[in-house]
C-alpha cells in the first residue's frame, strides 16, 4: 500500500541536542511537506519541497533544517536553535499542480524535550 | 487576521444529531476547499474536496462553499460516536500555490 511512514512515533530530547525526524513515501509524490502542530495553533508550515535537491522555507522555518536528496525522503531536524520544540511533527506528500489540493499525511512524531 | 477562520470548538452533540462546522477566509484567490478529519494521535485524513462553488455530497457528509460569502461548511448527518475528531477546513489558491489551514474544530459525538 503507498503512503507515507514517519519514524519514530515519541521522541524525547534533551536541551541542546540536535533530533533528526524521518519522513519517507512510496506515493511517487513530487512535493513533500514538514508542518507542526500544537494545541490552538493548527498547522504550521516548517519547510516545503517541490523537487529534489530543493525545498524553501515554511512559515517557522528557525531552528529547523531540512534535506531532499532523494525524491522519497524528507527528513526534519530539529536543532539546539529551536527554543521551544515540543509539538506534534507531521509529514506530508502531494503531487504538483493545481489538483495539489490532495495532502497525503504521516501518523506524526510527538517531540518531547526533558 | 488570519486568512482561514475556524472555530476551535469543542463541540460536543448527542449520536444522530446534525453537524455543522465552519470557515471563513478573506483570500478571494481559493478556488479549491477541503476538509480533513484527525484522529487523536494521527496525521489528518482527507475528507472531501470542492472545487469553487456548490455542494457536494459524500454519504453522510456534504461540503458546501459560498465563495459571495467566503465561508464553508460541512454538514454531517446522523452523526456517529466514531465521527469524534478534529475536523480541519483547507484550501488553496489555483495553480502552483500551497494549502492553508484552519485552526480545526474538536467534535465529540456522544452515544
Known amino acids: 500500500d503507498g503512503g507515507i511512514t514517519q519514524s519514530p512515533k515519541y521522541l524525547f530530547r534533551k536541551e541542546g541536542q540536535n533530533v533528526t525526524l524521518s519522513c519517507e513515501q512510496n506515493l511517487n509524490h513530487d512535493a513533500m511537506y514538514w508542518y507542526r502542530q500544537d494545541p490552538g495553533q493548527g498547522l504550521r508550515l516548517i519547510y516545503y519541497?517541490?523537487?529534489?535537491?530543493?525545498?524553501q522555507k515554511g512559515d517557522i522555518a528557525e531552528g529547523y533544517s531540512v534535506s531532499r536528496e532523494k525524491k522519497e525522503s524528507f527528513p526534519l531536524t530539529v536543532t539546539s536553535a529551536q527554543k521551544n520544540p515540543t509539538a506534534f511533527y507531521l509529514c506530508?506528500?502531494?503531487?504538483?499542480?493545481?489538483?495539489?489540493?490532495?495532502?497525503?499525511f504521516g501518523s506524526g512524531t510527538r517531540l518531547t524535550v526533558v | 487576521q488570519k486568512e482561514v477562520e475556524q472555530d476551535p470548538g469543542p463541540l460536543s452533540v448527542p449520536e444522530g444529531a446534525i453537524v455543522s462546522l465552519n470557515c471563513t477566509y478573506s483570500?478571494?484567490?481559493?478556488?479549491?476547499f477541503m476538509w480533513y478529519r484527525q484522529y487523536s494521535r494521527k496525521g489528518p485524513e482527507l475528507l472531501m474536496y470542492?472545487?469553487?462553488?456548490g455542494n457536494k455530497e459524500d454519504g453522510r457528509f456534504t461540503a458546501q462553499v459560498d465563495k459571495s460569502s467566503k465561508y464553508i461548511s460541512l454538514f454531517i448527518r446522523d452523526s456517529q460516536p466514531s465521527d469524534s475528531a478534529t475536523y480541519l477546513c483547507?484550501?488553496?489558491?489555483?495553480?502552483?500555490?500551497?494549502?492553508?489551514f484552519g485552526t480545526g474544530t474538536k467534535l465529540q459525538v456522544i452515544p
Open positions: 483570500n478571494s484567490a481559493f478556488q479549491y
Open positions: 470542492t472545487y469553487s462553488s
Open positions: 519541497s517541490q523537487i529534489v535537491n530543493d525545498f
Open positions: 506530508a506528500s502531494s503531487i504538483m499542480g493545481p489538483r495539489n489540493y490532495g495532502y497525503t
Open positions: 483547507a484550501m488553496k489558491a489555483g495553480g502552483y500555490q500551497k494549502v492553508t
